[in-house]
């Protein structure tokens, strides 16, 4: 049994403390290095009386023990799925590599959080996800093959991808070469023409949602924050879905109506990052958003100066603030793309960054007026109404009393005769 778990065994139980542990290394270390076998950790704490022999043995009984326990665990199953490991966490829930037992295939399963098992919101999510990505099918999309319930656990379970992420590599290597992130950003954008057939917003594109196979295909994942015609249910009005860093305008200040091009503008965050080595805002979730909304697009060649300025107007016009100086169709960006591959300028005029983000912000700001002009005229309205009411109310009150008046005059007439 290592010795490294002996004293770990030894610092739980109480049996050794950190310090006494870390004085039996030091004292293997000196006799290594004057060429003597290494000994078991435990021989030397019992030779300088931390712990009895006794105590030494039951502890590797122990350990033996847990060892052959072990041995005997049955692998962790979910329905008819034999977890292997952990790949990651999700905003919803976590993945495991697993095997599909009846196919004998390897998998990525999805099992929702359980901290979410009483959230009917998030369950709902959670099934359109499933649903939603199984009726997909396109080689830039992970394919969804099963969706299940077991107990309390919800699972589905989509292809395994033999690879790594966008981001993975990006943290590794830093700023990609130009060819390999247009490859890329060519790939995830055939992913989001096919998707706009079906009226899907994917609504969370970035590099962690970016697998690449071994063989360079990039497949676009993670459908928890999809927008469709199915979505009726979901999302009330306000609510901001996606990741800070890559979230399109529109999604950051929660507007309803978002189509294919607030994909575009977040594919265009993704490409801007594989290109610079970095997102192209920083700062905190609720600073990074308003950068968003208000702030010009600082180049990408402040961190990266081989990137051409044909690939830098491509960027521009792809993170535009407003969704109409974007792309207005898929073709005319699949064209520049190409285009600027091939060491040529993009067909699109040049988008006028700084104008784009002026215009922006007095649109944002004409409609946060009106919004402002809107609730002040209600407000006056419900006042208006409010004093008619009043008026109301103290007219019926003047009128009751003339009537309860002349009804006691009459009374005291009567009386009198």
Known sequence: MPAKTFAQLAIENGLLTENQVEDCREALAQEVAKGKARRPVEEVAVEKGFMTAE???????????????????????????????????????????????SMGRLVALKVLHKKWLKDEEFKKRFLLEARLA???SHQNLIQVFDVGRQGDVLYFSMEYVNGETVEEITDRDGAMEIDRALNITLQVLRAIAYMKRFDIVHRDIKPGN??????????????????SKFDALLAPDGEVLGTPDYISPEQAMGTEEIDWRS????????????LAGNPPFDGTGSTVMRKH?????????????????????VLERMMAK????????????????EMVKLGQDPKSPRLDAGRSTILRVYKIERQRRDRTESEIDKVKRQNLWMRMAVGIMALVIVLLGIMIFFLWMKVSTMGGI
């Open 322 to 337: 407003d969704p109409d100086d974007r792309y207005q169709n898929v073709e005319e960006l699949f064209e520049d793309l």
């Open 293 to 313: 909304i208000r702030a010009e697009l600082p180049s990408p060649r402040e961190f990266n100066a081989d990137i051409p300025e044909s690939v830098c107007a």
């Open 210 to 227: 970016i697998m690449l196979t071994t063989t360079g295909i990039a497949k676009l994942g993670d459908f928890g924050f999809v927008k």
């Open 55 to 101: 105590a030494a043995r039951a502890l590797n009984t122990a350990l033996e023990r847990l060892a052959r326990d072990e041995g005997k665990t049955e692998p962790q199953k979910i329905g008819g799925y034999e977890i292997i490991t952990t790949v990651g966490e999700g905003g919803l829930g976590t993945v495991y590599k697993a095997r599909q037992i």
């Open 263 to 274: 994909d575009v503008y977040s594919l265009g965050c993704t490409l801007y990052h594989m």
């Open 134 to 136: 199984g009726r997909l």
